[in-house]
């Protein structure tokens, strides 16, 4: 029987070199791949659709607020310097004639129902970012963007 000690064969090369070739190969390649750097994610805040409106009289009838056609309960309505939360939309008849009403409320304060008129104009056509929302109230319309 021949020395095997003296002469390589395939499974002594492939086991004595082949194999720690390739073990660094594949370890070398996760360490170059590995990436140390910080990654901040930017929470996206949620704020309130905020319109102007203006105030219009018609002839013998109490003031309206002109509001944007696309009104919805959550937005807010800013006249002069006066903000209010539109909680709700409903109709409503007053001598014999059916006109919408917005319930609104004015900070903490109670709500009061105001009669509008639903009009685009391009005062009133502009977003506004109004006051945030909290992380977890979904169901308001709002507008996305970063923290300020």
């Not at 170059?32 to 002839?59: N, Q, S």
């Amino acid at each position: 029987m021949p020395e095997r000690e003296s002469c390589m064969d395939r499974r002594l090369f492939l086991f004595a070199f082949a194999a720690p070739a390739a073990a660094l190969t594949f370890t070398a390649g996760k360490v170059v791949a590995r990436d140390d750097r910080v990654i901040r994610v930017r929470r996206l805040v949620r704020h309130r659709i905020r319109r102007r409106v203006t105030v219009r009289t018609i002839v013998g009838r109490r003031p309206f607020l002109v509001v944007p056609r696309q009104l919805a309960t959550g937005w807010e309505l800013v006249h002069a310097s006066q903000v209010v939360v539109v909680l709700g939309l409903r109709w409503v008849e007053t001598d014999g004639r059916r006109h919408e009403v917005a319930v609104v409320q004015a900070g903490n304060g109670p709500s009061d129902e105001i009669e509008i008129l639903r009009e685009d104009t391009a005062d009133n056509g502009i977003e506004l970012s109004g006051s945030a929302l909290p992380p977890r109230d979904e169901m308001t319309p709002a507008l996305e963007d970063s923290p300020r």
